[in-house]
């Protein structure tokens, strides 16, 4: 049944990509740079009228001056709880009708949408490399690793839980964060840069352990860009140990120690899009309360009762 290590290995697997020597440094400078921006917004109200909430369009100024949108559903009745939503690779952030669940619960909703993939924000990046194919390898081939694409990504989540710990109604100590896959590793890489986060839920999140990755059936997963990139600009792996390097600052398993928030970790043991080692690389890292649910005969799909789960946490933890 394994298609990664067995699971008492997976419970002891601490990573395999290298972390760069001034990794701290790196974040360090980047939230300096991210506290340079303002928490002002626009709203534009959307054309969804619920009798219990407010909908609306939010847009701000994210690092680099991209302008970043997002789904916010405030209720008419808040309780204080508030929940930052991250979506998966290459989409939106989706509907507002699981949103507006929450806020039929008093819980305002900020979801948002990545910059230059499916949804309504803009990628101002300008960087040197190639973009086909995927955003992990965005910035790879520029000297600054500031240019990374997952870098402002990063940090667009950390304002989005400023700009939601800002709105009325909100009590900037009940945040919590969510997302699956792509939105799975936002939602840790946020709870890790901004410890305010109060809890963080998390299903098979991807961005962690590229070179695990690259080290399996890299092909067949939403890593294949990385074996992309190889075949392209060093077939001979001449830089190797370069390119990893690189993407350890992007790699939310070296921000894991960094969460405080109380941790709940979804891992489907058959995803061979996420594989459950890259998965367990930060899990293991992280040193805050937390829990993990396996599903065994499950891969990166549906997952039968998560969102019910997820749902309940939001109401009694925050």
């Not at 839980?161 to 699956?180: A, P, T």
């Not at 963080?200 to 991807?206: G, I, K």
């Amino acid at each position: 049944m394994h298609i990664d290590m067995p699971l008492e290995e997976l419970e002891n697997y601490h990573g395999t990509n290298p972390k760069p020597e001034d990794f701290d440094a790196y974040w360090k400078r980047a939230l300096e740079e991210l506290a340079q921006y303002s928490l002002a917004y626009d709203l534009e109200e959307a054309d969804i009228t619920p009798d219990f909430a407010n909908c609306y369009h939010l847009y701000f100024s994210g690092v680099g001056g991209a302008r970043v949108h997002a789904k916010l559903v405030k209720p008419k009745h808040p309780t204080g709880q508030a929940i930052a939503i991250f979506h998966g690779y290459s989409v939106d952030s989706g509907d507002w009708l699981d949103k507006l669940a929450y806020a039929a619960q008093g819980i305002t909703v900020l979801a948002l949408d990545c910059r230059g993939q499916g949804g309504l924000s803009e990628d101002t990046l300008q960087t040197k490399g190639p973009t086909l194919r995927g955003h992990i390898i965005r910035g790879l081939e520029d000297s600054n690793p500031d240019q990374l694409y997952y870098r402002h990504v990063f940090l667009d989540t950390v304002q989005t839980v400023r700009i939601l710990q800002s709105i009325e109604g909100v009590d900037k100590n009940r945040i919590g964060v969510y997302g699956q896959s792509q939105g799975g590793a936002l939602a840790t890489a946020c709870a890790a840069l901004e410890p305010t986060v109060k809890h963080l839920y998390a299903v098979y999140p991807f961005l962690s352990d590229y070179e695990r990755a690259w080290n399996m059936d890299v092909q067949n997963s939403a890593y294949e860009e990385i074996a992309y990139f190889f075949r392209c600009f060093d077939p001979t792996h001449k830089r190797h140990q370069e390119i990893f390097k690189k993407l350890g600052y992007i790699d939310i398993q070296h921000l894991a120690d960094r969460i405080q928030a109380s941790v709940q970790w979804v891992t489907a043991m058959r995803d061979h899009i996420c594989p459950p080692s890259t998965q367990f690389a930060a899990y293991n890292k992280i040193r805050s309360d937390k829990q993990m649910t396996l599903y065994h005969e499950y891969g990166h799909e549906h997952l039968p009762h998560h969102a019910d789960q997820a749902f309940q946490q939001f109401l009694t933890r925050l």
